[in-house]
């Protein structure tokens, strides 16, 4: 419970902090797209009285708090392209939240098997899966994804190289137009669980309760799964929280790459269009929603390991 309530204080603490940030840098900043428009077509001078009207003579404090207040309430404004903020966010989300959530469960299924196996038969095996790992963690996530659209896209055909298509228009597509940006994602992150995940197999095999077993005869290939792999089990919770956020976080480039209509392109295009107000948003979105992952974390610590519970 203790840990519970620490992270909850973590989560208003982290909150607070982004949302002082976002809001000093948008009150410091030399304005919106609007602003560098008129200042380009009339002259500064119209730019500033903009500028003036835009922005209440209220004190610091005041502003701070009416700013967090409206962003807890909902009650985002409009961007400059005069759409609804929140309107523009909850239609994106979709896309984002797919994209994570199905790349997550494909390098869960990647990651799992090899690391067993890389455990169970040591030699050519465990040094294959070791030196993909590091390739694959070596490439940046954009070219991963042109390197599967040439192959899957433009060689084989299998599937769109770029676009979204709607579940609610055919499931089948909403799939075949995720698929190879999940997996762009999903290589990443199952690269770095394998390097993880296959230590924490390895260290739960040599403890005492393993090495009693083999010394009564068993198989050490059956006892990876039997044995060592449940004790492993809250570091593969903790690499799931930790690529579902950064997945949440970090999906700017593979959208841009794949032309996918989610939160990640609609920061990239905030950002260059100067829209201080739509990408503030999204980045204490953001900071909320990696918040709230590990705060599930400790649950799902709490409930399946026993020492975390003794611990807390």
Not at 193 to 202: E, N, S, T, V
Not at 216 to 235: E, H, I, M, N, W
């Amino acid at each position: 419970m203790k840990r519970l309530i620490r992270r909850i204080l973590s989560i208003l603490l982290t909150l607070i902090v982004v949302s002082f940030a976002v809001f000093t840098m948008q009150s410091f900043s030399a304005g919106d797209s609007a602003s560098y428009m008129i200042s380009e077509e009339v002259g500064g001078a119209a730019a500033d009285a903009y500028m003036k009207a835009m922005v209440p003579d209220d004190p610091f404090p005041v502003r701070y708090l009416s700013f967090l207040f409206s962003f807890l309430t909902g009650d985002w404004g409009r961007s400059v392209s005069g759409q609804d903020i929140a309107e523009l966010i909850t239609r994106k989300a979709g896309v984002t939240i797919s994209l994570s959530f199905l790349s997550i469960l494909l390098a869960v299924l990647i990651a799992l098997p090899l690391s067993i196996l890389s455990v169970r038969y040591s030699g050519l095996l465990r040094k294959a899966v070791s030196l993909s790992a590091v390739l694959i963690m070596a490439i940046p996530s954009f070219l991963t994804g042109f390197f599967l659209i040439i192959i899957f896209s433009a060689g084989l055909g299998l599937f769109p190289p770029a676009g979204y298509t709607s579940p609610s228009v055919s499931l089948l597509l909403w799939l075949r137009s995720l698929l190879l940006p999940s997996l762009t994602l999903a290589l990443l992150h199952a690269s770095l669980m394998i390097r993880i995940f296959r230590k924490a197999l390895d260290e739960n095999m040599s403890k005492p309760f393993t090495l009693s077993i083999l010394a009564f005869g068993a198989d050490r290939k059956s006892l990876v799964t039997q044995s060592a792999l449940k004790p492993s089990l809250p570091v593969l919770y903790t690499l799931i929280a930790s690529s579902l956020a950064s997945a949440a976080a970090g999906s700017a480039v593979t959208e841009s790459v794949f032309a996918l209509p989610g939160i990640g392109s609609l920061l990239v295009s905030a950002a260059l269009s100067r829209d201080a107000r739509l990408s503030g948003i999204i980045v204490m979105l953001i900071a909320l929603a990696v918040s709230v992952i590990y705060m599930l974390l400790e649950c799902v610590l709490l409930a399946a390991d026993p020492r975390t519970r003794r611990e807390a």
